[in-house]
């Protein structure tokens, strides 16, 4: 998956559970943050949106991203380099509202979040603007959201993403039950 996603194309990462699919679809993201920091081109904006249909692995997925961009920023600092500020975020339903308004002062440049919420962002001008800085887009667990209400509510609040951030809107699916999948 990672040629088609540095290329900018739209990808589906179909692998089976434990396979690394998630860190597979954030790494190429989690590399382009890591440079624009060390350029000092980083800027105060959400890039990458994670939309997953359960609130525990929107929480998990923010806890197992916070490993890699530790590590990440030691490898930095250890190498005389400057360290990348990445900041990841998790805005569902139980998110508190003092940490929904810290968000908006300072944006996460990852946030994890679930379908519903991703529409409530959009129904927004505050969240529109958190959002207006999206360059890519990973649908987990995307069997369990396509063909029913849920994934074609959900495809519309992409589409209504897609047009506030313009036509360089990267899409990431991420599944582990796509069967069969012909190309």
């Not at 490898?75 to 929904?100: H, N």
Request: charged share 20%.
């Amino acid at each position: 998956a990672w040629p088609a996603i540095l290329d900018g194309r739209d990808a589906l990462i179909a692998a089976p559970t434990g396979s690394g699919k998630t860190l597979a679809a954030f790494l190429c993201a989690i590399d382009r943050l890591v440079r624009e920091a060390a350029d000092g081109a980083l800027t105060d904006t959400t890039q990458i949106v994670y939309v997953s249909p359960l609130k525990a692995l929107s929480n998990d997925t923010q806890r197992n991203l916070e490993e890699p961009l530790a590590g990440i920023a030691a490898e930095l600092c250890a190498e005389g380099l400057p360290g990348s500020a990445i900041r990841t975020a998790v805005r569902t339903g139980d998110t508190p509202s003092s940490v929904r308004a810290a968000m908006l002062r300072h944006p996460p440049h990852i946030l994890v979040t679930t379908p519903e919420s991703l529409y409530l962002l959009l129904t927004s001008e505050s969240g529109r603007r958190l959002l207006s800085g999206t360059r890519s887009v990973i649908v987990d667990e995307i069997h369990a959201l396509a063909g029913n209400k849920r994934g074609a509510h959900l495809g519309l609040s992409l589409e209504r993403l897609a047009a506030l951030t313009g036509a360089s809107l990267q899409r990431v699916g991420l599944s582990a039950t796509q069967k069969p999948i012909a190309p």
